[in-house]
């Protein structure tokens, strides 16, 4: 099972973006997004990675952090097999690289999850 994101880019102040996270390789099929807990997290330079919300794999409950909430909102299409990560009002100190996991360690399972799958990251860049 491999995690794409896709969506990044430059965006200016108070503009807005939406990632793309999508499961692909022979055991896609095995393991649909929609059923696992999925996390997105970001990488500032020189900073640690910080979890931004997660999507629980149960009634897709949904948990953020403070510094993006009511900014940031996580969704699912379930025809598609992704996660998307909507953001708005976009300030500069959310310029990080953006990466999805998933937990496919626990069918259902509730957020934080145990993420053991990752995708290779996309970058979001957001200019003053």
């Known amino acids: 099972l491999r995690l794409v994101e896709s969506g990044g880019g430059l965006v200016q102040l108070g503009g807005s973006l939406t990632l793309s996270c999508g499961a692909s390789?022979?055991?896609?099929?095995?393991?649909?997004?929609?059923?696992?807990?999925v996390g997105w997290f970001r990488q500032a330079p020189g900073k640690g990675r910080e979890e931004v919300g997660c999507?629980?794999?149960?009634?897709?409950?949904?948990t953020y952090a403070n510094s993006v909430e009511g900014r940031f909102a996580i969704s699912r299409n379930k025809a598609k097999n992704t996660v998307l990560l909507h953001m708005s009002d976009l300030k500069p100190e959310d310029t990080a690289v953006y990466y999805c996991?998933?937990?496919?360690?626990?069918?259902?399972?509730?957020?934080?999850?145990?993420?053991?799958?990752w995708g290779q990251g996309a970058q979001v860049t957001v200019s003053a």
């Open positions: 390789g022979v055991a896609a099929k095995h393991y649909p997004l929609k059923n696992y807990a």
């Open positions: 996991a998933v937990d496919i360690g626990l069918i259902y399972g509730a957020c934080p999850g145990n993420y053991g799958t």
């Open positions: 999507i629980a794999g149960s009634h897709d409950v949904m």
